[in-house]
């Protein structure tokens, strides 16, 4: 969630760490936009926040069962 929310800050999109279900997983990022926001604003947002994950997804090495 930290490289998520640094990796959207660095492509200008401000988004806030949630813990998880349990509660403290940390699985989880808010957005927050304004209530003015128009649908191509909420698109670029979701498309910024969609390339932070990718590009930290691709950073971690691959999990071997």
């Given at each position: 969630t930290e490289k998520v929310t640094a990796?959207?800050?660095e492509l200008g999109l401000?988004?806030?760490p949630?813990?998880?279900?349990?509660?403290s997983d940390?699985?989880?990022v808010m957005?927050?936009?304004?209530?003015?926001?128009?649908?191509?604003?909420?698109?670029?947002a979701v498309d910024l926040l969609?390339?932070?994950i990718d590009e930290v997804?691709?950073?971690?090495?691959?999990r071997i069962p």
């Open positions: 990796r959207a800050l401000i988004v806030y949630a813990a998880g279900c349990g509660g940390g699985d989880a957005l927050g936009p304004p209530f003015v926001i128009t649908e191509n604003e909420m698109n670029e969609r390339r932070a997804c691709r950073e971690r090495p691959a």
